[in-house]
């Protein structure tokens, strides 16, 4: 089940505990830090079973035209189970209810890192097309990909 969380606290705690989860994708204390601070004023939806939420998602505007996916997380025992398409539905749902017409993510280059593969292989089967490389946005060592879609 995905729902739409607007309480502030509620969120920095969903997000701090499944991005700690994934210290192989969150491992920059910092990086991490500002995704868990900036997700109090983001559209923020998370998937929960019965027991505990599994995973969120986070949207913010990058135009007046394009929502983006700012942060993602499923735990990785949930991984392969739905969680995450289950999530990317609803915000592209939520993006086109807002009157959006394009989604984006930006994620390392296919290539670099095979964690981050099977990331850029989800988006692509949720129907992201390749939009840009940006090698030098975040450093050398992570070349950021720039994935786009219709809604």
């Known amino acids: 089940m995905v729902v739409r969380i607007t309480d502030p606290e509620e969120k920095k705690q969903i997000s701090r ?3 700690e989860a994934l210290y192989d994708w969150f491992q920059v204390e910092e990086s991490r830090e500002q995704y868990i601070a900036e997700s109090v004023d983001r559209i ?4 929960k079973d019965e027991e505990e939420y599994t995973g969120f998602l986070c949207l913010k505007e990058t135009g007046k035209d394009t929502m983006e996916i700012a942060v993602m997380g ?3 025992k949930e991984h392969r ?3 995450g398409r289950a999530l990317f539905e609803e915000a592209k749902r939520v993006a086109k209810q807002e009157g959006y017409s394009f989604l984006q993510v930006k994620t390392v280059q296919m290539g670099m890192y095979e964690d981050y593969d099977a990331t850029n292989r989800f988006y692509l089967a949720c129907g992201f097309k390749e939009f840009e490389v940006l090698p030098e946005l975040w450093d050398e060592a992570n070349p ?3 994935y786009v879609m219709s809604l």
């Open 17 to 19: 505990s499944i991005l």
């Open 44 to 47: 923020f939806l998370a998937a």
């Open 74 to 76: 499923v735990l990785q």
């Open 81 to 83: 189970k739905g969680v």
């Open 144 to 146: 950021c990909q720039i």
